[in-house]
């Protein structure tokens, strides 16, 4: 398990923007269909918007219609932590950036075969880089 990135909530406050901190740090949403990546089909890999740690591929990912990027897995279960979640009077499963903390949205039980799991992420808790392509010779 990796170390936890210790900053004060002031240094969140500087380091994310607004709706970055209200999502990461204070377990907001985004809008369904208003975040950069919900409908994102480029080869890559996405990263935690807080720590930039690395956290789901690109090919992991599908179109669930729910409105959010979803994910079948993330790229090691050890970048991400799973909690329970009883707010808003709903049982869910809460999904976590292992190294930082910063909450970055909710797994369900309805997405693809093999695990049958949904990472149902926020796309501000998320960067994207796209995959190279630059041929190096």
């Known amino acids: 398990m990796t170390a936890k990135d210790s ?29 950069k990546y919900w409908n994102n089909r480029e080869k890559g890999v996405y990263y935690c918007a807080g720590c930039g740690g690395p956290l789901f591929d690109s090919n992991a ?10 994910f079948s897995v993330p790229i090691s279960d050890k970048d991400v932590d799973i909690k329970p979640d009883l707010s808003l009077d709903l049982e869910r499963e809460e999904v976590l950036c ?7 949205g909710h797994v369900f039980d309805d997405g693809p075969k093999p695990k ?5 992420i926020n796309s501000i808790s998320l960067d994207f880089k796209p995959v190279n392509f630059q041929n190096k010779c």
């Open 7 to 35: 900053k004060s909530e002031d240094e969140w406050k500087q380091k994310l923007t607004k709706e970055q901190y209200r999502v990461l740090r204070l377990k907001g949403t985004e809008r369904p269909f208003s975040g």
């Open 61 to 70: 990912q599908f179109e669930s219609g729910c409105g959010w990027p979803s």
């Open 98 to 104: 292992n190294k930082c903390g910063g909450h970055l």
């Open 116 to 120: 049958g799991l949904r990472y149902c």
